[in-house]
Structure formats: structure tokens, C-alpha cells
């Protein structure tokens, strides 16, 4: 092996930099040259990259986003630009390709192994919804920071007697609203793998502001309902004063924690390793804190990772 690619694509996360790092570290070690493919699957039709030395990747461990950038192609969906993106990577001479992205990333990376490109995936999105992994990268940055936000507004909201719904991402997926719910022991978790009937929450945040309780917290998977939509609907029922936030896209940035610069680097070294050793068409992910590797197949085949365990937690705590 000569030469590999890199490329991030789908919705950015904290943690991609330091794991293309890690990529580029260990192929460097095993005399490997690395190039880097600029926004994704866009860039790779377009031919857009860069070398990667040991220069290239000094001091972005700490930074959030991708300096490889992102972005979201629908011409890469088709047979033509899937043709385009194999032009380039024979342009390149490229003997494998390491993919970090969310499930529509990882479909690519399989689109591709199928036609014959040595890939290996990487589990990157803040829904935490990947099959086959404990956790993605970028999730414990996005909750930490979901957990500061919270943090914050509960002050506020205590000294106003206030009810606050906060709206976190999740189109499809309420990991981050169950799992900051629990570690901001917010009162309740609206997700969408979970009905709930919102006058019966209106009646128990009525009692808990008779009780004298000066704050109710609610965390809202976006793909639920849109916050302000829900505020309106409780807030002649409830007692307390009713306020919205949406904490959008702040919940993806800023600097990875420790334990997803852990993942990262463990994770990029993995990527690199198994196309080294012919094992490609493969995700690594997190699996009882070792790192493992299944096929492709059976990520994009298998169900979205099961939420079970933190809506059934969060039931237990009462939220
Ligand atoms: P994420 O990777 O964060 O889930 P998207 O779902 O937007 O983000 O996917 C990122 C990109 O992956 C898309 O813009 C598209 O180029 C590619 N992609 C998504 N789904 C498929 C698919 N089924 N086949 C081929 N490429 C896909
Ligand atoms: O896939 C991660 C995610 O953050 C979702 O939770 C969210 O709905 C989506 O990406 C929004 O991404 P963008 O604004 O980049 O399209």
C-alpha cells in the first residue's frame, strides 16, 4: 500500500480533525503517503484535495468541525457521479479510502466497496444513531456541550420560575435529548422513538409549579415538533412562565472532549491498520471499549443503533 485518501462528509462533528490526524500519523509511520479529499463526496467528484504530511495535520487535534471540510452531494447518489468520484480516485492512484460521516456517509462508503474501492468507515455523527458502535464521534462533545447550555438556562429559569424548552438535533434519532435529559435531570425527554400525550405533561408541570417548584425543564428532539410549537401549546396550561431555546448547530462545534479525542485517535489508527491488512468494506466503531470492525453490509443493512437502554433509564429517573 502507497497511498491512501481521506475525506469527511454528511454533518460535520468535533473529533473528525483529531481522527484524520491519527489517519495521517499512522500511514506516514508505515511510509504511506495520504491525501485529503476537500468537502466530501463533492470534492471527490470534483478531483479537490490536498497532501497530507505531518505539517498539515499539526495543531487541529483541539479544533472542532473538519479543516477537510464537509458537505452534502446528491450528484454522488447517482451511477454518473459515483463514475466521477472513481475517475478521480484512480487519478490519484489511491490504494484505499478511510470515509468519516454519519449513515448517509457510510451508504457512500458502501456504494463505493461495491464498486470495487478498498473503503473503511467511520462512525461520525452527533445523533449517535449508527449501528454497531457504542458511541460515534462527536456525540460526548455535542452532550457536553447540551449539558452546559442546560446548565446555564436552569439557572435562569429558577430565578424567573420558568418553564424552558430546549430544543437539541435529532431528526430521527432522541439520544442526545434522552441522554442530556438524564445528565441535566431535566423533567422530561420528548423523542421520537416515544409517544407521549403533552396534557398529561401539562397537568404533572401544573402540579409541580402548585408544589412551589421554581423551574421545569423539557428536552425536544427536533424531529419531534419544533419548540416554539410546543411552548405554545403549554403555556396557558402550566403555571409557569414558558420560554424556547434552540440550541442548533452549537451543539456540533467547538473543541472534542477527551474521550472523543481518545476515539478519534484510536479510530483513525484502526481505519488505517485494516486497509493496510486487506480488511476493507469494513465500519470500526466502539464496542465494550475496544475497537471493532463490521462490514458495511450489515451497518447500512442493520437496524438504526437501538435507544432502548437511555429511554428506558430515563423512564426509571421519572423523565
Ligand atoms: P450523514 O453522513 O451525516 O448521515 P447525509 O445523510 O447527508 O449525512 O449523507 C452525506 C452524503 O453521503 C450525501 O450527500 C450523499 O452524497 C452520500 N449518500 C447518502 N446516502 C447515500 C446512498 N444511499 N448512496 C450513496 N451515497 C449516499
Ligand atoms: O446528522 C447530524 C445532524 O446534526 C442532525 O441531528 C441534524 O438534523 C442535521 O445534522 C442538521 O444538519 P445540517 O444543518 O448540516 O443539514
Same mark, same amino acid.
Do not use: M
Given at each position: 500500500m502507497k497511498k491512501i485518501g481521506i475525506l469527511t462528509?454528511?454533518?460535520?462533528?468535533?473529533?473528525m480533525n483529531a481522527c484524520i490526524r491519527s489517519a495521517v500519523r499512522t500511514a506516514l509511520r508505515l511510509n504511506i503517503e495520504v491525501v485529503g479529499v476537500k468537502k466530501g463526496y463533492l470534492g471527490l467528484i470534483k478531483g479537490d484535495h490536498i497532501k497530507l504530511d505531518s505539517k498539515a495535520v499539526s495543531g487541529i487535534m483541539h479544533r472542532g468541525g473538519t479543516f477537510l471540510?464537509?458537505?452534502?452531494?446528491?450528484?454522488?447518489?447517482?451511477?454518473?457521479?459515483q463514475e466521477m468520484a472513481l475517475a478521480t480516485l484512480n487519478e490519484l492512484q489511491v490504494d484505499g479510502l478511510i470515509i468519516l460521516g454519519?449513515?448517509?456517509?457510510?451508504?457512500?462508503?458502501?456504494?463505493?466497496h461495491k464498486l470495487g474501492v478498498p473503503v473503511i468507515g467511520i462512525p461520525a455523527s452527533i445523533d449517535n444513531d449508527i449501528p454497531f458502535t457504542d458511541m460515534s464521534l462527536g456525540v460526548d462533545t455535542a452532550l457536553n456541550n447540551i449539558i452546559y447550555a442546560v446548565d446555564c438556562i436552569k439557572d435562569t429559569a429558577s430565578s424567573h420560575?420558568?418553564?424552558?424548552?430546549?430544543?437539541?438535533m435529532g431528526r430521527n434519532s432522541g439520544y442526545l435529548a434522552s441522554v442530556a435529559a438524564i445528565a441535566s435531570g431535566a423533567e422530561y425527554a420528548l423523542v421520537p422513538e416515544r409517544s407521549f400525550d403533552l396534557s398529561e405533561i401539562c397537568q404533572q408541570l401544573r402540579?409541580?409549579?402548585?408544589?412551589g417548584?421554581?423551574?421545569?425543564? #423539557?428536552?425536544? /428532539?427536533? =424531529?419531534?415538533a419544533k419548540g416554539?410549537?410546543?411552548a405554545?401549546? #403549554?403555556?396557558? /396550561?402550566? =403555571?409557569f412562565e414558558t420560554r424556547v431555546t434552540v440550541l442548533g448547530h452549537y451543539q456540533r462545534g467547538g473543541a472534542p472532549t477527551v474521550f472523543d479525542r481518545l476515539l478519534a485517535s484510536r479510530l483513525g489508527k484502526k481505519a488505517v491498520e485494516m486497509l493496510v491488512a486487506g480488511n476493507h468494506g469494513m465500519m470500526v466503531g466502539l464496542a465494550c471499549n475496544a475497537i471493532v470492525a463490521t462490514s458495511l453490509d450489515d451497518v447500512i443493512k442493520g437496524e438504526k443503533r437501538p435507544q432502548d437502554e437511555m429511554l428506558r433509564l430515563a423512564e426509571v429517573l421519572g423523565i
Open positions: 462528509s454528511g454533518g460535520d462533528c468535533s473529533g471540510q464537509s458537505a452534502r452531494s446528491p450528484e454522488f447518489r447517482t451511477p454518473e457521479g454519519g449513515d448517509g456517509s457510510l451508504s457512500g462508503a458502501l456504494a463505493l420560575a420558568r418553564a424552558f424548552v430546549i430544543e437539541v402540579h409541580r409549579f402548585e408544589e417548584r421554581d423551574n421545569a425543564i #423539557i428536552i425536544l /428532539a427536533e =424531529g419531534v416554539q410549537d410546543i405554545d401549546s #403549554i403555556k396557558d /396550561a402550566i =403555571g
